[in-house]
């Protein structure tokens, strides 16, 4: 075998590491917030997750906790240079509770820096109207043909929720995917030497803001059957904390009442005990996560109770 081939293949280990703190969802970062902690698996590694945990905690000494697979990458024409090894992407998605970083690389971020698009509880962002849809009617008039110039404008409008279309929170990737094929992008404008775009949200290294992409996607679509969002909680919270962290993830607005209904139906939550100011208000009531629920079922097929745009 050529000594080259050797060296061709680098498998690195990419954590998104995600909280809510504040009613606003965080992603832990490194490289002042343009790359996610990651390292290379080595053979010293008991395991892929062990071998991610031990450079996470190493590179932001920051604990990590539920913990799962998010996917492998390894698009040649998406890692750098042509002469640079193959890189195979091992993604993880983590949950946890923020905690001040204590390693000087490490930082956390909000979301909607990356990408400003997303965020849709106030309506739609302005970035859409303003920047992208015009962006991205440029770029199918572009197209060679009339067929493709249709097919384009199509995508567009599902992904963005453009002409009448409505928007679905769980496209973060395919948004995102769409940009760089569209050439809006930093990522993909830095590769073709070109200027990059105002508005088109802060940029990452490498494909690590596809990465976190595809974990937002993945989170907003866990969330409506599976009761991770409780990882992100602490022990004890009000029904309107609880609703914000799903709000902030999902990027939506709820309607309150069937949210707390949906509580009760589901049990998910017991009574804690006390009580909380929220705000002006009277007192809340404390909850916590009913634990038995993860062994009775899952959060199965329910919706999140969205509030119409």
Request: proline content about 5%; charged content about 25%.
């Amino acid at each position: 075998m050529p000594r080259s081939a050797s060296r061709s293949v680098v498998v690195d280990l990419i954590a998104v590491l995600a909280a809510v703190t504040g009613g606003e969802p965080r992603v832990m970062t490194v490289e002042h917030g343009s790359a996610l902690p990651s390292g290379p698996f080595e053979l010293a590694h008991r395991s892929l997750q062990q071998g991610l945990r031990d450079w996470v905690e190493q590179r932001t000494h920051h604990p990590l906790g539920y913990l799962e697979q998010l996917y492998t990458f390894a698009d040649k024409d998406r890692a750098g240079a042509e002469s640079a090894a193959r890189t195979i992407s091992i993604s993880y998605l983590g949950l946890a509770r923020e905690q001040a970083a204590t390693a000087g690389a490490a930082e956390w971020h909000g979301w909607y820096e990356y990408f400003p698009w997303e965020d849709h509880r106030d309506g739609p962002p302005p970035v859409i109207a303003a920047t992208l849809a015009p962006a991205l009617a440029a770029w199918a008039e572009s197209a060679p043909s009339a067929a493709e110039r249709s097919h384009r404008r199509q995508r567009a409008a599902i992904s963005f929720g453009l002409d009448g279309a409505t928007w679905n929170e769980e496209l973060t990737l395919q948004r995102y995917e769409l940009l760089f094929e569209a050439g809006i992008v930093a990522e993909r404008l830095r590769r073709e030497g070109r200027e990059e775009a105002a508005g088109a949200g802060r940029a990452m290294i490498a494909d690590h803001r596809r990465i976190l992409a595809t974990a937002i996607a993945r989170l907003r679509a866990k969330i409506k059957y599976r009761p991770v969002v409780f990882e992100l909680m602490p022990p004890t919270f009000t029904l309107l904390q609880l609703q914000r962290c799903v709000e902030a993830i999902a990027g939506r607005t709820l309607h309150k009442q069937n949210f707390r209904r949906l509580m009760e139906q589901q049990e998910l939550v017991e009574e804690a005990g006390g009580a909380t100011t929220e705000t002006l208000g009277r007192p809340a009531k404390l909850f916590r996560f009913r634990h038995a629920v993860v062994e009775e079922r899952a959060f199965a097929g329910t919706k999140l109770p969205l509030a119409r745009s």
